[in-house]
């Protein structure tokens, strides 16, 4: 008997890994999108091209974070950092409350879907240095999660899934590879054009691109500069 299991998924490459890890794992999963008025929606084409390749139920969830303001990914009056690693500190990509945004909703999907677990693609050893991409953070909203709700005060705990967390980009991708995932078709630039294609230029290029070349993998990003 298959269990459900809801995946946070923006299309990228650490979202992309973790649903097709979950799905060797026998979960029948819910992929859940967001459109939060981030700067392109090339990401969520990408979610949903991968989730109909996969076989895998997409769900989209619209949430205007950019009311919020302050960040680089929401506000087109704030420029896109591109150079990788330049500033100390919390990045201007930085999403406020964006994870746990994310989460609670993924949270509420998994009560009405009978779901006991939720994947998320987070790594603390290369990103950006969110702070809602850390182990404690994830620690902190599991134990909210079963407190807060029914499945959890029943008996029913609810495991937040963060598989990537102690792995490097490289390592992603060596696991990728190895789960048959086709990362041509993920989307991970924080300004890619309408077509998909990466600027790489920003921190989530550089990223991505060291992860290719430290694993040894041929990069198939596409990108238009």
């Known amino acids: 008997m298959s269990k459900n299991a809801v ?5 990228g490459l650490d979202s992309t890994t973790c649903l097709a ?3 060797k794992e026998g979960f029948d999963c819910l992929a859940l999108s967001f459109s939060y008025s981030q700067r392109h929606s090339s990401e969520l084409i990408a979610a949903k091209k991968i989730a109909d390749k996969l076989g895998v139920k997409h769900q989209v969830f619209h949430i205007p974070i950019n009311q919020f303001a302050g960040s680089a990914l929401t506000d087109d009056q704030i420029s896109v950092p591109e150079t990788h ?3 100390d500190g919390i990045p201007s990509t ?18 009405v879907t009978d779901a006991q677990d939720i994947f998320v693609g987070i790594s ?12 404690e953070y994830l620690n902190a909203f599991q134990n909210l999660a079963n407190l807060a709700t029914k499945a959890g005060v029943e008996g029913r705990s609810l495991q937040i899934q963060a598989p ?11 696991l990728g590879i190895d789960l048959g995932v086709d990362y041509s078709q993920t989307v991970s630039c924080y300004q890619a054009n309408e077509n998909g294609e990466a600027c ?4 989530s290029c550089g990223l991505r691109k060291k992860g290719f070349e430290e694993a040894g993998v041929d ?4 990108y238009f500069s």
Do not use: M, Q
Request: hydrophobic fraction near 35%.
């Open 21 to 23: 890890l979950a799905k």
């Open 219 to 222: 990069d198939p990003t596409r």
């Open 164 to 174: 990537l967390i102690h792995l490097s980009k490289a390592d992603t991708i060596r």
């Open 200 to 203: 790489g230029k920003c921190d």
């Open 94 to 111: 930085y999403v406020p409350a964006r994870n746990t945004i994310f989460l609670s909703v993924a949270l509420g999907w998994a009560e």
């Open 7 to 11: 995946i946070l998924f923006s299309g």
């Open 85 to 87: 690693g330049a500033s």
């Open 124 to 135: 603390s050893v290369d990103y950006s240095g969110y702070p809602d991409c850390r182990p």
